[in-house]
């Protein structure tokens, strides 16, 4: 079952059940992956969904600390809920140890010293956790392991 189908089946199982939240969630990762389907004329693979989940739970994120500093434990909560269902789709995420294999594995192959590789380092890493890592995860690791 493809990423698409297993989202209507989500959403209106959502529905039958009443689950308010699951169902407005997956409804605005819906809305999202049609809105690009329709702008770009493209109907997405995969990977393209992926991309717009992993973008959608990276909103969410982001928006999170600007809840804490306004003292809003109710919208923390939701995203935090949110946050939850969207992941359910996703690929595994990797542990820092595996992105930390990946970074040193991927230093070792080009040769990088020192942190003006950063850049270029970064630039290799990125495509082999791409949608399987955050990138801030990723750039911490980086920044750690020159």
Do not use: C
């Amino acid at each position: 079952m493809s990423l698409k189908d297993r989202l209507t089946n989500d959403f209106k199982e959502a529905m039958k059940a009443h689950d308010e939240i699951r169902k407005n969630t997956i409804n605005l990762a819906r809305a999202a992956i049609k809105q690009i389907e329709v702008d770009t004329r493209v109907e997405l693979d995969e990977q393209g969904i992926i991309d717009i989940l992993t973008k959608q739970v990276k909103l969410r994120k982001d928006a999170l600390s600007d809840f804490e500093k306004a003292g809003r434990t109710d919208l923390i909560e939701a995203y935090n809920k949110e946050i939850e269902i969207l992941e359910q789709y996703l690929p595994a995420q990797l542990t820092e140890d595996e992105i930390r294999e990946i970074v040193l594995q991927t230093k070792e192959e080009l040769g990088v010293e020192d942190k003006s590789g950063m850049g270029k380092l970064m630039g290799a890493v990125m495509p082999k956790v791409k949608g399987r890592a955050d990138g801030n995860a990723v750039r911490n690791i980086v920044q750690s392991v020159l």
